[in-house]
């Protein structure tokens, strides 16, 4: 009888009991008791023993060594072979396989779970999920998500949030209506994606109470992607003054902003008119270790943009540490004929239409602040120059939520199913308003 055998269920207790808590010393308990699984021989008599200390090792944060055992047992079953992939799914980190596998990340871990046989569970696939995601590899993300027999609200979480992360919000929002069960972090996921690309809630999401109700129903699990949803929430809804005190209520408890906070807390600033305000907080971003992006300067844009400070604003962008983008001189453009400065305006429009030539709508901008400033010569010039491109202008769009269903109304469409009923509706308020 091997001599180890009689306490083989306490050293059982004994790893299982490493914590990521006790620091340096659990590190050091793990390589001793791997040593001595080493030298009792016991990495041969059975598999529970060097399994438990491999998924310890993945608890703290060791992949590494947990590659180490895994290849010193002569014969890992399945059993074995799913904690490894579990373990390198859990940590991020890779079979070594030169460089080609550093640029194809995940797919090392996946190669493992298909050649090897293993069926992974709903860690696995989706901790593949998020891996594939964060690289760029949406479809290969939404197979593996498809592919899972049993998925659980993390599984969907974490496949809408890929999708938010890449910016495909009509994906996520579709897959958030598929969902059986939504539970808090769900309601975060897809209001903060709508929030960073700026659209409006209410349409598609529901309505900022809503969002609030499920925040104050779980105190317990304000992280920090739950203040940061309530604040883009109350950003997009006008209410820069509760959105503000959410971010200070936020930092009271502790929870550090990420980049992704600041740009609802910069959009309640340029919402409310607080100047001042959103500029401290933009000159402050480093304060929390976040370099600027395109979206917060796209919200400094908008917010000195609504006060007429144009020549600030002008300045923001040409030292921008990124090229500005169609959305920054658009904002700029909008900026331009609100407060009818043609110069700055020429320059917007002319950058938009060096970026798309084919999108009218500066062009279209220029008109109308050519109009504004009565400069009639101007504004001839540029229709001609229209008309000989045959440009036409994107028509509006707007849409409605009734029952449960969105209504989409394209100007000049005559698509919608309904369309002669609404619009007999709209002669007879036509005619009752003027009988009135």
């Known amino acids: 009888m091997h001599p180890l055998t009689l306490s083989s269920t306490a050293l059982l207790r004994l790893i299982k009991s490493l914590s990521p808590a006790a620091g340096p010393r659990a590190h050091l308990a793990a390589a001793a008791i791997h040593g001595l699984l080493f030298k009792e021989g016991l990495l041969h008599a059975g598999a529970h023993l060097p399994t438990a200390l491999l998924s310890a090792y993945a608890a703290l944060g060791r992949p590494r060594h947990a590659r180490d055992l ?93 999708y938010i992360r890449h910016s495909n919000i009509d994906n996520a929002y579709e897959l958030f209506l598929a969902m059986p069960r939504r539970d808090v972090v769900s309601w975060n996921t897809v209001i903060a994606g709508y929030c960073l690309v700026g659209r409006y809630m209410y349409a598609k999401c529901g309505s900022i109470e809503k969002a609030l109700q499920v925040f104050e129903k779980a105190p317990g699990k304000r992280d920090l992607y739950s203040w940061t ?17 959410m971010f200070g209520m936020m930092q009271d408890n502790g929870i550090r902003p990420d980049d992704v906070t600041l ?75 609100v407060h009818s400065n043609v110069e700055l305006g020429e320059i917007a429009a002319a950058e938009l239409t060096r970026l798309d030539p084919d999108d009218p709508w500066a062009k279209v901008m220029l008109s109308s602040l050519y109009a504004k400033a ?63």
């Open 70 to 162: 895994f290849d010193e047992m002569p014969d890992p079953g399945l059993v074995t072979r799913t904690a490894m992939a579990r373990a390198h799914a859990a940590s991020g980190s890779f079979p070594a396989a030169g460089m080609a596998a550093a640029r194809r990340p995940g797919k090392m871990v996946h190669a493992v779970i298909v050649t090897s046989g293993i069926v992974p569970d709903v860690f696995v696939s989706t901790e593949l999920i998020r891996v594939y995601g964060e690289y760029g590899e949406l479809s290969v993300s939404r197979r593996l998500f498809d592919a899972m027999p049993v998925r659980s609200t993390v599984s969907w979480n974490a496949m809408v949030h890929q």
């Open 229 to 245: 949803t309530v604040i883009c929430g109350l950003a997009m809804h006008g209410k820069a003054a509760d959105a503000l005190r």
């Open 263 to 337: 740009v609802g807390v910069l959009n309640a600033c340029a919402h409310g008119g607080l100047v001042d305000e959103g500029l401290r907080h933009f000159y402050s971003l480093e304060k929390y270790a976040i370099t600027p992006k395109i979206e917060h300067y796209g919200c400094v844009i908008d917010l000195l943009g609504r006060v007429g400070r144009l020549e600030e604003a002008y300045s923001i962008i040409r030292t921008m540490r990124m090229k500005p983008n169609a959305v920054i001189w658009g904002a700029f453009l909008n900026a331009c004929k």
């Open 374 to 436: 009565q400069d009639w010569s101007s504004l001839a010039r540029e229709r001609r120059e229209m008309n000989s491109l045959q440009m036409k202008k994107t028509p509006g769009c707007s849409s409605i939520e009734l029952d449960g269903e969105v209504h989409e109304f394209v100007a000049g469409s005559f698509q919608h199913p309904q369309h002669g009923e609404i619009c007999t509706v709209l002669e007879n308020v036509e005619a009752q308003t003027l009988a009135g």
